[in-house]
């Protein structure tokens, strides 16, 4: 399937992006509409299919605004487990803008399911993890040119994208496995001791 769609995305499809994120100030969504407008402005954005996820305080605000920009992108509001799963198996990039993260889930489900990751240092989940422009894409929390530019260079190394997701899938399985988890578990009990 994956080689499959590598083959689509070279000859020209739109580009998937997901984003799985509540609508909070802390979520990032000011830094994406920012990088997303740069891309409109330099007739970008419509190489790409956006789905956004989420509930939240400011949701409406930005299903305003990002429609403006582009009147495709699909807002999903709140999605279920299987939905979520299916959705992110689907996508290409996987978007994940939050200024401060205290963990991040979906940031590592992206990597084990071999998606090219754009993410921002705040996520505590993968710090660290990310070498940027090799296993994914990260930037600076309020850093939309930098959003911008990893967005710009995803466009230009389409036919890599592929090689960056397995990279991505083998690092985070270095970092999230059975032994690493457990080890995690057996030093959080003993500082409890």
Known sequence: YWTKRMKQISDGDRIRIFI????????????????????????????FSIKIAGVGEDLEKYK????????EII??????????????LNTDVFIHASIFEPFG???IDAMKCGKVLVCSKGIKS????IEDGSNGYD??????DKLYKN??????????????????KEEI?????????????????????
């Open 126 to 129: 993968v710090e660290g993890i």
């Open 64 to 71: 305003e605004v990002f429609h403006q920009l582009d009147s």
């Open 75 to 88: 807002f999903l509001d709140w999605i279920e487990d299987e939905e979520y799963t299916r959705t992110m």
């Open 20 to 47: 799985a994120n509540n609508f909070y100030e802390r979520k990032g969504y000011e830094t994406i509409f920012k990088a997303f407008r740069k891309l409109k402005n330099e007739n970008l954005l419509s190489r």
């Open 139 to 144: 930037f600076n929390p309020k850093d939309d």
């Open 105 to 107: 889930i979906p940031p």
């Open 173 to 193: 399985y270095k970092y999230y496995n059975e032994n690493t988890i457990i080890e995690s578990i057996n030093k959080t009990i003993s500082l409890e001791k």
């Open 151 to 168: 967005l710009c260079s995803i466009l230009q190394h389409r036919n890599e994208l592929e090689q960056i997701g397995t990279k991505a």
